[in-house]
């Protein structure tokens, strides 16, 4: 496990839940040796084989219920029979996905759910008929038949042959025992047969059969990854309701930080410079009682009152600039992240490479994405030098931060780069950390590319 910093981390590492993350433990055979009696090779196998029955199944319900709504629509029955084979084939496709769930690890969200323009048994059916993932899962249950049959035969093929011909040395005196030939045969015709029968021949089918038995998992597995692909596409949830349920969770992320730094703000002036101006009020009060009876008191206090504006001041300028830095409105990116790199602990060397600025947002996400990550070099890094570079590809604007420091960190633990992470994904970004143990750490951000 790498070392967990509070406001500095690495990058999650994510693996397939059945994929071949194993806890960091080795295996002293090669996979090739042994995919075919791995877990989750069998798994895969036993999805292909319960694929057929369950499609011809599938299959069959559709189309017939289909059929029937269609041929009983000059009747009142026909749309309640179709509405009622479009929710069936619905209810098969939980069945495919909980299925696809427990045997590939895939995982796959249940589509957007039915919204019936008001009440009883008439708004629930035009619901049906309208619903777009409804006819996408009766469409699921015509094309995943052939596919079926096809990924069946040969899985079963494959699977069959390659253990039969495996353990051929341990059966093939069946053959003389009881089959009344030499072996398993080769060839034959009128004339003569040819007979697998000799030591060579044995070893060689074996050979063969070792072949077929170590290549049958990785074909299972390309047959599986069309099965994926067609229940991703069609039984979950659309392009359009992913995105609806992804911006809407990106405008919680938003507000709730739009919130905390409004929270941050209060607190800062409330502690900060309220307080000493405050503070400065009830000097300049003493002051000017003192004023005729003690002039030279009262000019000390009103001394002292100065050096206190002077720090409320700065103090107001740094909330400021906290905010919004006057510097990156006026001169943009490369002279604001100037005068962030200037207040780093470490030397830090600044490139930015861009023709024209970016929109206002953008910008200002870019900026405090840079300090914040040049603020976690300074506390918890032990960098001697880092940089930070800004250009342009395409319709992406790019960001990154590279430090010689210890490394080690964590972006999945709840820190500072997990807030970035999720500022940057309120706007369509992302963010990609580079952290191990030793060094060095890069951190890259990407923003859509917005044109003042």
């Not at 000493?276 to 003493?286: C, E, P, S």
């Not at 790199?341 to 405090?368: M, Q, W």
Request: hydrophobic letters at 45%.
């Amino acid at each position: 496990m790498a070392t967990q910093y509070s406001e500095y981390g690495d990058y999650p590492r994510y693996t397939d839940r059945h994929g071949p993350g194993d806890g960091g433990r080795r295996h002293r055979l090669p996979l090739a040796l042994r995919a075919p009696v791995e877990a989750r090779a069998w798994r895969e196998l036993a999805y292909v084989l319960l694929g057929l029955p369950i499609s011809i199944t599938l299959f069959t319900f559709a189309v017939t219920t289909l059929s029937l709504g269609a041929g009983l629509l000059v009747t009142f029955l026909g749309i309640p029979v179709l509405a009622a084979g479009l929710a069936g084939c619905r209810g098969f496709g939980a069945l495919e996905r909980t299925r696809a769930r427990a045997l590939l690890g895939l995982e796959v969200a249940a589509p957007e759910p039915l919204r019936p323009r008001g009440r009883g048994v008439l708004a629930w059916t035009g619901a049906v008929l309208r619903s777009g993932t409804s006819w996408r899962h009766v469409l699921y249950a015509v094309l995943h038949l052939p596919w079926a049959v096809f990924s069946f035969g040969v899985a079963v093929a494959f699977w069959a042959y390659g253990w039969a011909m495996l353990t051929y040395p341990l059966w093939f005196w069946l053959f003389p025992m009881y089959g009344g030939q030499g072996g398993l045969q080769l060839y034959g015709d009128e004339q003569h047969r040819i007979y697998l029968d000799n030591p060579f021949e044995i070893t060689m089918t074996a050979l063969v059969g070792l072949l077929f038995t170590m290549a049958t998992p990785w074909i299972v597995r390309a047959l599986t990854t069309v099965d994926r692909v067609l229940v991703h596409g069609l039984l979950g949830p659309s392009r359009l309701a992913s995105r609806v349920v992804e911006l809407e969770s990106d405008r919680g992320v938003v507000v709730d930080t739009a919130a905390a730094d409004l929270r941050r703000i209060e607190r800062d002036l409330h502690d900060g410079a309220q307080a000493r101006l405050v503070a400065l009020a009830m000097d300049l009060g003493l002051a000017k009682e003192k004023l005729r009876e003690d002039p030279r008191a009262a000019a000390r206090m009103v001394d002292e009152a100065h050096g206190e504006v002077k720090t409320a001041l700065q103090e107001l300028r740094d909330l400021a600039r906290g905010i919004h830095p006057a510097v990156l409105t006026d001169r943009g990116l490369d002279a604001a992240l100037s005068a962030v790199a200037s207040r780093c602990t470490v030397p830090v060397r600044v490139e930015v490479d861009l023709t024209e600025r970016p929109a206002a947002a953008i910008e200002g996400i870019a900026y405090f994405t840079v300090s914040e990550l040049l603020q976690n070099i300074s506390k918890h890094s032990g960098a001697r030098s880092a940089s930070v570079d800004v250009w342009r590809s395409e319709d992406r604007l790019l960001v990154q931060v590279v430090d010689d420091g210890v490394g080690g960190a964590d972006a999945s633990a709840g820190s500072g780069l997990a807030g970035l992470a999720g500022r940057l994904d309120a706007v369509d970004g992302i963010l990609v950390v580079d952290s191990p143990e030793g060094g060095p750490t890069t951190v890259t951000a990407e923003l859509p590319w917005r044109p003042a």
